[in-house]
């Protein structure tokens, strides 16, 4: 993510209390006492104190809002409409859960079902469509029928693993089992204001198109919640047609929830006055294949710091280059290297026990396809 360092103006510095006073002390009339203590001091002290937080921040902090490089918050968001952009509100995880129960029981739209609480609070999961289980009964009666289910709320907090939705938030009789089978994917919190002003400057950059240029397609998919990184294929199937690969905010391959609102933006099949892709364009959606990436190597630790901590670092880094690795088309071995070393907690590595995906060689990423992390092995 670019940074953009803020540097106070010339008229903004040298502006301390303490250089403040001693410029209005220098204004008196040299005939009067102005040591500390004295009635001249002390009336002058608390003008100064107000004058260099006036100066120090609160100019500073409005000279800020003024540009979308240093804006925050609400204040962002006001150069963003300015643009036409608008922030992307958290995404909730989605999923299929299996319920098993009596021949006919009904899960209606909105059945709640959740996590158990163990260290952190219950993770609660609702049904987006009523389920009827039917079909034949097993040996003991039961039917198991497939029911999509959604988090409760958006954010990473979602992305559960499988297996762990496994309660009812209010006990159904006709309910005996339920479980995801799968994890649940997709749940990305607010836009950040980092992610944001990117999105700002880069329209300010390039100044607003439809023609269907590449770039137009990139901004167009972004605009929609949790979608993080965007590849785009032209004529992939002839001319007229362009796939989008799409990579959610977490740096994995996007859910069926996340490709069908991109198509719908884009493409507005049920409102061609909402339609954002030129007339006679043919678009695809569809997430990336997935390519697993696997690292082992033999790490020296900082004293006091624990391996599966480290290990868990190492993973979110590497996790960031994969963005990079899908763009060049290529895994580094060397990057992978610098990352390791890079990682907080990890003092050196033994380059010859490095390996990537077994072996000691760059990994080539086709079109279309997205790293993502397997097993990572660091022993020490």
């Excluded at 630790?301 to 899908?326: C, H, M, P, Q």
């Excluded at 907690?345 to 995906?357: E, F, P, S």
Aim: with cysteine; proline share 7%; hydrophobic share 40%.
């Amino acid at each position: 993510m670019a940074s953009y360092p803020y540097t106070p103006p010339d008229f903004l510095t040298n502006q301390s209390a303490d250089e403040i006073h001693k410029r209005m002390m220098n204004a008196l009339p040299d005939d009067i006492d102005k040591s500390e203590l004295q009635i001249p001091w002390d009336y002058t002290r608390p003008a100064a104190l107000e004058k260099a937080e006036y100066v120090q921040f609160e100019l500073n902090e409005t000279i800020k809002l003024i540009f979308p490089h240093w804006a925050y918050d609400e204040w962002l968001d006001l150069h963003a409409g300015l643009e036409g952009i608008t922030r992307r509100p958290a995404n909730k995880a989605i999923g299929s859960l299996l319920v098993t129960g009596k021949a006919g029981t009904v899960v209606p739209e909105g059945f709640q079902f959740a996590t158990p609480a163990n260290l952190t609070e219950s993770i609660v999961f609702v049904a987006t469509e009523e389920v009827t289980l039917d079909g034949t009964p097993d040996s003991k009666g039961q039917v198991t029928a497939e029911v999509p289910a959604e988090a409760a709320e958006g954010g990473v907090i979602g992305n559960v693993p499988p297996d762990t939705i496994i309660l009812m938030v209010k006990p159904e009789s006709g309910i005996t089992v339920v479980t995801n089978p799968e994890a649940m994917t997709g749940g990305v919190p607010e836009e950040s204001d980092d992610d944001l002003r990117e999105r700002i400057l880069d329209s300010i950059r390039r100044g607003m198109s439809y023609t269907g240029c590449d770039a137009d397609y990139v901004r167009w998919a972004k605009e929609v919640p949790a979608v993080g990184h965007v590849v785009v294929e032209p004529e992939w199937a002839g001319a007229g047609t362009v796939r989008l690969f799409i990579v959610d905010a977490n740096g994995a391959p996007a859910n069926e929830q996340i490709i069908k609102a991109v198509y719908n933006h884009i493409v507005s099949p049920d409102d061609r006055m909402e339609r954002l892709a030129p007339i006679g364009a043919t678009v695809t959606v569809a997430p990336p294949v997935p390519v697993t990436i696997d690292v082992s190597a033999t790490v020296t630790l900082d004293e006091g710091e624990n391996l599966e901590t480290v290990r868990e670092r190492f993973k979110e880094s590497i996790d960031r280059y994969w963005i990079t690795a899908a763009t060049e088309r290529s895994v580094k071995y060397v990057f992978v290297g610098a990352a390791l070393a890079d990682t907080p907690g990890i003092d050196n590595y033994a380059h010859a026990t490095l390996t990537v995906n077994g072996g000691a060689a760059d990994i080539s990423i086709a079109l279309g396809e997205f790293p993502v992390t397997g097993e990572v092995t660091l022993r020490d």
